[in-house]
């Protein structure tokens, strides 16, 4: 553990941040006070950002660059060199930021622990953002104390906490934790949007977030690390449990017009706990040991095909070859094999239905899909006839097994243009469906199960499955969800329900009668 200390909070880069941390203790022209922030810009940020971001040389130059920035900030110089320097740290967070981005574009909407790192590097930007006008003296609405104030509390209470909690959620995994994780993770945006706008807001999302913080403590007394680890990690979560309690006597007070708690109170007990418990003994903690990442590379096959679709003139009879590959097909009536096998004998009836709280976006949407002639569905409910083909598609050029594309059109204008193939990993053989999208293509990686003689296709029920946007290299995981039922009502005729969740929340329903020729 002591090598890995010294690796991780005093290697070459960051032995400058200490070097001018101590020059700026001895000999800084400023209030004291604002060493509270300087303490994280040079010391407690560049160690944690060294655990989560590759530090190649263009990282190592604007950290470097960075803490010459803060350091020459606490001497007297003139307002428009502090302005350019207070840029140049805007800089050096949206380079960060970008790192954040970059993370997430590898990943998207999955493993809510890597996405509180990348949501840490971003609010290190609006950090920096807050840092830059209270150098620039903007008139924010509030007073510079306050400015800056906002600005500590997105690097202590956004990007290093919202760091912490992910390098902890890849020691504990449970629901319990990602209920926690999402609540502390938009509490600094709603704690500085209820200081803005609504003491209201404000106490409501403080004691959210106090009873957030309260579960987060308890969940590392119940996880197993390293002793001295865990015994730091739990100082610093604990000494939140604290210091939150004065920042909700805080909003009280600004609530009921009676001070309770003043602001240099708060300067005093919860500023400096919260730099030198929560912030240093946190650091210290990940630093002895930085958990690795549970994440794995996507490494399903993902079509090469991006934009319009150039189709071979070659029919094809079925969304599949045998449906057998993905179900036992003796449990279910023989009519949806064959739907599936051969799909082109089968007229489609379908009832749109668009949620009244989705409707809105579906509107703005319908222009770009028209345009695109994708994923085209009509605002009406009413039941219209589906007509479609289905040809092959180039093996060479999407890069799948077997593919072949089921294009549906709705009285000659297209609808979905939808790429099937299929692959199998650890035993189980997905759905693989690509739609191409402008520079991209949205994947459905979906699995098929039986239950009481109905098929079930789903992109949540297990494994790789889910939805996708491919771009580049990048694989970036949807927070969609969607969900076939297809029933049998007779020899000759199937239902299917089809439904879309975003974020969990529903916002489309289609019924299909699908009958045969």
């Not at 609530?255 to 912030?279: A, K």
Request: charged share 15%.
């Amino acid at each position: 553990m002591l090598g890995n200390l010294r690796k991780n909070l005093f290697s070459p880069v960051l032995l400058i941040g200490w070097v001018l941390m101590l020059c700026c203790y001895l000999f800084s022209m400023q209030p004291h006070y604002l060493l509270l922030l300087t303490f994280a810009q040079l010391v407690l940020i560049p160690a944690m950002l060294k655990m989560v971001v590759p530090f190649n040389k263009i990282c190592h130059t604007f950290v470097i660059a960075m803490m010459l920035v803060v350091t020459i900030l606490h001497f007297p110089i003139s307002r428009e060199f502090a302005i350019f320097l207070a840029g140049l740290y805007v800089v050096y967070t949206a380079y960060m930021a970008l790192q954040g981005m970059t993370r997430f574009l590898q990943r998207g909407f999955t493993n809510i622990a890597e996405i509180a790192i990348d949501i840490g590097l971003l609010y290190l930007f609006i950090g920096g953002l807050w840092f830059f006008a209270f150098i620039a003296e903007i008139d924010t609405g509030f007073s510079s104390l306050i400015t800056w104030l906002t600005a500590i509390h997105f690097h202590y209470s956004a990007c290093l906490f919202a760091i912490s909690i992910g390098l902890f959620g890849r020691l504990h995994t449970s629901k319990w934790y990602n209920a926690v994780a999402m609540i502390l993770l938009t509490g600094p945006l709603l704690v500085a949007l209820g200081i803005t706008f609504s003491t209201i807001i404000e106490i409501v999302s403080v004691a959210l977030y106090i009873f957030a913080i309260y579960c987060l403590f308890t969940l590392s007394l119940k996880t197993t690390m390293p002793k001295r680890q865990g015994v730091l990690l739990r100082i610093s979560y604990g000494s939140l449990c604290l210091t939150i309690l004065g920042s909700f006597l805080y909003a009280i007070g600004n609530f009921t017009g009676t001070s309770i708690i003043s602001i240099p109170d708060m300067l005093t007990y919860h500023g400096l706990v919260n730099c030198l418990l929560f912030g240093w003994m946190g650091v210290i903690a990940w630093g002895m040991d930085v958990p690795k990442s549970s994440h794995q590379p996507f490494t399903f096959p993902v079509s090469r095909i991006r934009g319009k679709l150039q189709p071979l003139e070659e029919p094809h009879t079925g969304l599949v070859d045998t449906l057998q590959d993905f179900v036992d097909t003796r449990k279910i009536p023989q009519i949806i094999p064959h739907f599936y096998e051969q799909t082109t004998h089968y007229r489609l009836n379908a009832s749109v239905q668009w949620r009244l709280w989705f409707k809105p976006f579906a509107f703005i949407y319908q222009g770009i899909s028209r345009w695109m002639q994708q994923l085209n569905l009509p605002l009406s409910s009413q039941r219209v006839e589906m007509n479609g083909v289905i040809v092959k598609v180039d093996e060479r050029q999407d890069g799948r097994l077997a593919p072949r594309a089921w294009i549906r059109k709705i009285n000659e204008q297209t609808i979905f243009v939808a790429i099937y193939s299929q692959h199998t990993t650890n035993q189980t053989t997905y759905m693989n469906i690509a739609l191409p999208l402008p520079f991209s293509t949205m994947i459905g990686i979906l699995y098929v199960y039986e239950q009481d003689g109905k098929l079930h296709i789903t992109s949540s029920k297990t494994g790789e499955a889910g939805i996708y946007l491919a771009f580049k290299q990048n694989i970036l995981r949807l927070p969609l969800n969607e969900h076939f039922t297809i029933t049998a009502k007779n020899d000759t005729t199937l239902t299917a329900i089809h439904t879309m969740r975003i974020f969990g929340l529903s916002f489309l329903r289609i019924d299909y009668q699908i009958e045969r020729r």
